[in-house]
Nanobody, 121 residues
Framework: QVQLVESGGGLVQAGGSLRLSCEASGSIVSIIEMGWYRQTPGKQRELVATKHLSGTTKYADSVQGRFTITRDNLKKTVSLQMNSLKPDDTGVYYC???????????????WGQGTQVTVSS
């Protein structure tokens, strides 16, 4: 069974910084893509940033230039450094990974439990 465990998050004032981290565990052959999504009340879960095994990164337009995603393929971790935070960044942040588990012939999508980020104005 694959698990994603997140850490970080919390309450910060506008303009401040936070760092989120996520570690994947279990019987994993490969993690194709790993990253972060966020959800706010009344809205659909949206992509924040992801990093492909090839190194390609994607960022939401709203976080470009402020957030940086890093990934350690050997440690099976992904981190999100969030700078210049704004109240609109408030939400529950979920770690996401597309994983090929042991004894599998295709990839599956897994989610962490979510961590709250609150940015006060």
């Amino acid at each position: 069974q694959v698990q994603l465990v997140e850490s970080g998050g919390g309450l910060v004032q506008a303009g401040g910084s936070l760092r989120l981290s996520c570690e994947a565990s279990g019987s994993i052959v490969s993690i194709i893509e790993m990253g972060w999504y966020r959800q706010t009340p009344g809205k659909q879960r949206e992509l924040v940033a992801t990093k492909h095994l090839s190194g390609t990164t994607k960022y939401a337009d709203s976080v470009q230039g402020r957030f940086t995603i890093t990934r350690d393929n050997l440690k099976k971790t992904v981190s999100l450094q969030m700078n210049s935070l704004k109240p609109d960044d408030t939400g529950v942040y979920y770690c996401n990974a597309d994983v090929i588990p042991q004894s599998a012939i295709k990839w599956y999508t897994y989610w962490g439990q979510g961590t709250q980020v609150t940015v006060s104005s």
